[in-house]
């Protein structure tokens, strides 16, 4: 039988894998002796034609096994029963510490699992000097304003297990990373205080804090206490509180006193020698020229100067009288006294220095709104102030910080839209290029007003640039009397200046206010400034002067009463929360559309426009043209305009009030 052709060259293809892979076992059987294994090889579906073809299974190729993701960095596992009571503890949802956030937790059991559950404050069964440091800066936290309560500091038994220890342990933390928080100013939602406060807090983690303190060693609770303000403002308000509480009430031990009549400067009573016993007086007056010792149950003005200090730190009346309030204060010296107006006051204002940068700069500038002043310092010493004008109660200033990069000489102005829109009837049927000293600016079915530069100009002849969310900046003015009142909240948000070339003095090191002022009336020109100089724009009520003396100013804008009740410091009543100005919604810039155009505007109005390209620059506060005002209006009076969402609310149709 004639074998066909292409089984015989199945058969030779078969015969040839065989023995190629006999040569290759026997190849490798002579490099290595120890591979002595078969070789498998895989049958091929061809049957040689002595043997009946057999079925063979589906073939499937091999997908090759998928390469592992990389392990992400897995917690240290606990090697002691200790370091796995810290890690279930800090699992346990039972909360740590009251106010302390979600995030700050999960920053704290991210801290421990590094560390395999370490403790960070407990060896031996005990508290570690660090620890101790750092609960000593917690006791101490009313130094800074704080409120020491909201810290509490865990104990220790004197053989606790790994359970309590382990809470112990992370309670202390708990506390410490909560106090760093509100140093930083964490304490309010400023929100709800205003939504023009929006400084940028530098909240440290709780991961971040941990790690620094147990750096710190036996200095912890100092890198803890760092975490306040060490401005010169902070630190001269901090200065006075103490002042203000006298000692510590846990420095004064109790004194219980026998009953008797309240006692006043001259009288005598068995109670005296007890009092100078216990404020470490003298035993009796001293003796003078005119006179001699005096008697020891003599209530003098020394006695009397010691009771009134002590009734200040207690937040009592501080008359000297030794009344029934003191003698009952006396007994319980240890407790802490209701806090008095004037620490709250303080203390408001001490939390506003927490909105400010740790650092404010070598130069920069600061601008106190209810003081109506700012100050620009070089080298951290004051080089000049100048009086401002500020936002209205119903259009305030926003308490920032920003970077100021460049300033402009001889700005021009733009009608914001919400003004334009009570204008557009108007202006369509306007044939000139200009309308009351504004320069008409069309692009495709829009329209806008531009103030050029000028001595008129709203601007004056110099703006200074900070851009911010707020989209306010400190600017030069016309109208200079404003700066002869005493109490000067004219603007819609933007600082107005006096004399703003000698500002331009300071910030702009390159340029003279005598070369500055060459400018004037050369167009518009942008100064670049060599470096981004910080501005801060703060809110403060009560400060120390740079001559030492203690100012207190009234509340322009209304935000000591809601600060003082969202820190639960007495005056934080509702009915002052209750008069604040409601803040207008903030809304931003919006094209007005040109008004269809009658048979007669047609004729009046040309083609030809004053600019092919619609403004693009910022809208800025400005008062309209008042020889267009159908009624004369003294300079304090005049109707001003702001950034966007800042200006007043276009008037109404049919108002009767009208500006042009």
């Not at 660090?130 to 917690?138: E, I, Q």
């Not at 100078?276 to 003796?287: D, I, K, N, V």
């Amino acid at each position: 039988m004639r074998v066909p052709r292409s089984s015989l060259m199945a058969l030779a293809a078969l015969l040839t894998g065989s023995v190629a892979t006999a040569a290759l076992a026997a190849e490798t059987a002579a490099l290595d002796p120890s591979l002595t294994a078969p070789i498998s090889v895989a049958p091929t579906p061809t049957a040689p034609p002595d043997q009946a073809p057999t079925a063979l299974p589906d073939y499937k190729p091999e997908v090759p096994a998928a390469e592992p993701a990389p392990a992400a960095s897995a917690p240290v596992a606990p090697t002691d029963p200790l370091g796995a009571a810290v890690l279930a503890r800090v699992g346990d949802p039972a909360p740590l510490l009251l106010r302390l956030t979600t995030k700050d937790r999960d920053a704290i059991r991210s801290f421990y699992e590094a560390r395999a559950g370490k403790p960070l404050w407990v060896a031996d069964g005990g508290w570690t000097e660090a620890a101790k440091s750092v609960s000593a800066r917690l006791a101490a936290a009313g130094e800074d304003g704080l409120d020491a309560h909201a810290y509490t500091t865990p104990t220790l038994s004197e053989k606790p297990d790994d359970k309590a220890i382990a809470d112990a342990d992370l309670r202390l933390s708990a506390a410490a990373v909560l106090y760093a928080r509100d140093a930083r100013g964490g304490r309010i939602n400023l929100a709800s205080i205003s939504r023009l406060i929006t400084p940028h807090l530098d909240l440290p983690s709780g991961n971040d804090v941990l790690t620094k303190l147990s750096d710190a060693g036996a200095k912890a609770g100092e890198a803890l206490q760092a975490y306040n303000p060490a401005t010169p403002g902070y630190l001269a308000l901090k200065a006075r509180l103490a002042a203000l509480r006298g000692p510590a009430p846990s420095a004064v031990k109790p004194l219980r006193l026998p009953s008797g009549p309240a006692l006043r400067l001259g009288m005598r009573d068995a109670r005296v020698p007890l009092l100078r016993a216990h404020f470490g007086l003298e035993s009796r007056p001293a003796g003078t020229f005119d006179q001699g010792p005096g008697e020891p149950d003599t209530y003098d003005s020394v006695v009397a100067d010691a009771v009134s200090k002590f009734q200040r730190g207690r937040g009592l009346p501080a008359t000297g009288i030794l009344n029934v309030q003191t003698v009952l204060a006396l007994a319980d010296a240890g407790h802490a006294g209701r806090l008095t107006g004037g620490e709250a006051e303080l203390i408001v204002n001490m939390e506003r220095w927490r909105w400010l940068p740790g650092d404010l700069g070598a130069n920069y500038i600061l601008v106190n709104v209810p003081e109506y002043r700012l100050r620009a310092y070089r080298g951290g010493v004051l080089r000049d102030e100048a009086r401002v004008i500020v936002g209205k109660p119903d259009s305030r200033t926003p308490l920032f910080s920003g970077l100021m990069e460049y300033a402009v000489v001889n700005p021009s102005w733009y009608v914001p839209p919400s003004i334009l829109k009570t204008m557009a009837p108007k202006l369509a049927g306007y044939g000139g290029k200009t309308w009351g000293g504004y320069e008409v600016v069309r692009h495709g079915g829009h329209i806008s007003l531009r103030q050029p530069p000028g001595e008129r100009n709203a601007l004056g002849f110099i703006k200074f640039m900070f851009p911010n969310q707020h989209a306010v900046y400190l600017h030069d003015t016309p109208n200079r009397s404003l700066f002869s009142a005493s109490k000067r909240d004219f603007s819609h948000g933007c600082v107005r200046v006096d004399d703003p070339f000698r500002l331009a003095d300071v910030v702009l090191p390159d340029w003279s206010a005598e070369r500055l002022k060459k400018l004037i009336g050369k167009g518009e020109r942008t100064l670049r400034l060599p470096e981004k100089l910080p501005v801060h724009l703060a809110y403060f009520t009560a400060y120390v002067d740079d001559g030492g003396t203690y100012r207190t100013l009234p509340d322009l804008y209304g935000y000591d009463a809601p600060m003082r009740a969202a820190l639960g410091l007495p005056g934080g009543g509702g009915a002052a929360v209750a008069r604040l100005p409601d803040e207008a919604p903030r809304r931003k810039a919006e094209a007005v559309p040109m008004p269809p155009k009658t048979h007669s505007a047609q004729r009046r109005w040309p083609h030809r426009h004053v600019a092919d390209e619609w403004p693009t620059g910022r809208y800025e506060e400005a008062e309209p043209p008042r020889r267009h005002l159908r009624r004369a209006a003294r300079a304090d009076d005049a109707p001003e305009y702001g950034e966007p969402g800042l200006w007043t609310p276009a008037p109404q149709q049919g108002a009767p009030r009208s500006y042009w």
